[in-house]
């Protein structure tokens, strides 16, 4: 796919931007027909939610899978089908969606406390993702505006975390779109900025390590068993177990709520990730 991108940028071949069609389009098919096949005669998807089946904890779905839908705005996916418009509220109700802002990040920020992203997420107008696509595109995302602009953001936010969790400074222009010199570049460029968010997966895995039998510890507690054989997973296991049991406390104050204010009239749907 990075080589086709690449061609289809270099050559402006009409051929390539077929073959990123297909491609694209075949797989937006079989989900949408996926959806479809599994829907009850009311046009209703019940998926399955799997609430303790992740190591960590985080909570997914299946039949079909809801947390993993096609979205636009996504540099390695010029034609997305967007998926998402498929779904609508039942009639005669509306849908709310409601999430934590940024809470992994802000989990990241807070193990790694480095000062200057601190201090931006103490700020209503604080935005990590932006400063990181500075930093990651330069002038590049200075002067984009509109839907360039907010594709740079969601490609240097989930660079953000590919930093974060470990990623080779040779493999980070995947995310990014951009040239293996030019990534390598760019992760320098990061890495002396916010030195020990960078170096938050290798912090982790000494701990894991130093630990008795290989483990990292929530916030909340509990203990995630981590193989000292693969330490560097801590971070992801510590990060979304922490995550995970944050959202599910909320879900349960939230049911609370809606019930004593509102009958149960009004109720959950699905949660994804950090969202309900």
Not at 179 to 203: C, D, F, H, I
């Amino acid at each position: 796919k990075e080589v086709l991108l690449r061609l289809r940028e270099e050559t402006h071949h009409p051929t390539i931007d077929l073959i990123l069609k297909y491609r694209s389009y075949t797989k937006g098919i079989t989900t949408l027909q996926s959806y479809l096949d599994l829907a009850d005669k009311e046009d209703i998807l019940r998926p399955t939610i799997n609430t303790c089946a992740a190591i960590t904890g985080r909570q997914s779905s299946e039949n079909p899978n809801l947390h993993n839908v096609q979205k636009s705005g996504v540099l390695l996916t010029p034609y997305p089908v967007l998926a998402r418009r498929a779904f609508r509220p039942r009639p005669g109700y509306v849908n709310l969606h409601v999430d934590y802002s940024g809470i992994e990040l802000r989990l990241l920020v807070h193990y790694a406390q480095e000062p200057e992203l601190v201090e931006a997420l103490k700020r209503p107008d604080g935005d990590p993702h932006s400063m990181a696509a500075e930093v990651f595109y330069g002038d590049r995302f200075k002067k984009a505006t509109g839907k360039e602009r907010k594709t740079l953001r969601g490609s240097a936010k989930n660079s953000n975390f590919a930093v974060a969790y470990g990623v080779s400074p040779f493999n980070l222009h995947s995310s990014l779109g951009i040239s293996t010199q030019e990534g390598v570049a760019a992760y320098n460029r990061y890495r002396t900025r916010w030195p020990k968010l960078a170096g938050l997966t290798m912090t982790i895995a000494k701990w894991v390590k130093e630990s008795s039998d290989g483990y990292v510890e929530t916030i909340f507690g509990r203990r995630i068993h981590v193989p000292k054989n693969k330490a560097y997973v801590g971070t992801n296991y510590l990060i979304q177990g922490t995550a995970a049991e944050i959202l599910k406390r909320a879900e349960i104050r939230l049911d609370r709520w809606h019930m004593k204010s509102w009958s149960d009239r009004v109720r959950m749907l699905l949660p994804i990730h950090d969202e309900i």
